[in-house]
């Protein structure tokens, strides 16, 4: 059996009740096979970029899983579709968004996934909640490069 490694996921919602959404969301990738999730942030509002519609609900998940990044991949593809996920055009609003930034120290380019996410350096609505679970991973001055986007963090639940 091949050994666990850790593995961050970017959620974010825009349509419908997209703050439930995102918690379902995070309950079902604790839920995925040979996956436990270890961590969660906190979730966040955020205004779309590059994109329009309503203000986004974003959170990231830490999890360990022995999943490999195609397997994974499709599991949270599987997960969008469930939860009503159409890609009608590139960025348009979503039901829900999962995007697996980190998969241990894999590097991945391939025509269905690039990893590390190739814009997470560039999103306040990943770096925030990423830096809230994982400082380490998030240095100051990148949170500093996205602190022009607006990111509130949402009382729990």
């Given at each position: 059996?091949?050994?666990?490694?850790?593995?961050?996921?970017?959620?974010?919602?825009?349509?419908?009740?997209?703050?439930?959404?995102?918690?379902?969301?995070?309950?079902?990738?604790?839920?995925?096979?040979?996956?436990?999730?270890?961590?969660q942030s906190s979730?966040?509002?955020?205004?779309?970029?590059?994109?329009?519609?309503?203000?986004?609900?974003?959170?990231?998940v830490e999890v360990?899983?022995?999943?490999?990044?195609?397997?994974?991949?499709?599991?949270?593809?599987?997960?969008?579709?469930?939860a009503g996920r159409?890609?009608?055009?590139?960025?348009?609003?979503?039901?829900?968004?999962?995007?697996?930034?980190?998969?241990?120290?894999?590097?991945?380019?391939?025509?269905?996934?690039?990893?590390?996410?190739?814009?997470?350096?560039?999103?306040?609505?990943?770096?925030?909640?990423?830096?809230?679970?994982?400082?380490?991973?998030?240095?100051?001055?990148?949170?500093?490069?996205?602190?022009?986007?607006?990111?509130?963090?949402?009382?729990?639940?």
């Amino acid at each position: 059996m091949r050994d666990a490694v850790t593995a961050y996921i970017a959620l974010g919602a825009n349509l419908g009740d997209a703050a439930q959404a995102v918690r379902d969301a995070i309950a079902h990738i604790g839920a995925l096979p040979q996956t436990v999730l270890v961590r969660q942030s906190s979730l966040y509002r955020t205004a779309p970029i590059d994109a329009g519609g309503p203000d986004y609900i974003n959170a990231v998940v830490e999890v360990s899983t022995r999943l490999t990044a195609p397997e994974l991949l499709a599991q949270l593809q599987r997960l969008e579709l469930q939860a009503g996920r159409e890609r009608s055009w590139r960025n348009a609003p979503r039901t829900l968004d999962l995007d697996l930034l980190l998969l241990g120290s894999a590097r991945i380019e391939s025509a269905a996934l690039t990893v590390p996410h190739p814009r997470m350096q560039q999103r306040a609505f990943v770096l925030v909640p990423l830096s809230e679970i994982a400082p380490q991973l998030v240095p100051a001055a990148q949170l500093l490069a996205v602190a022009g986007q607006t990111s509130t963090r949402l009382p729990p639940a």
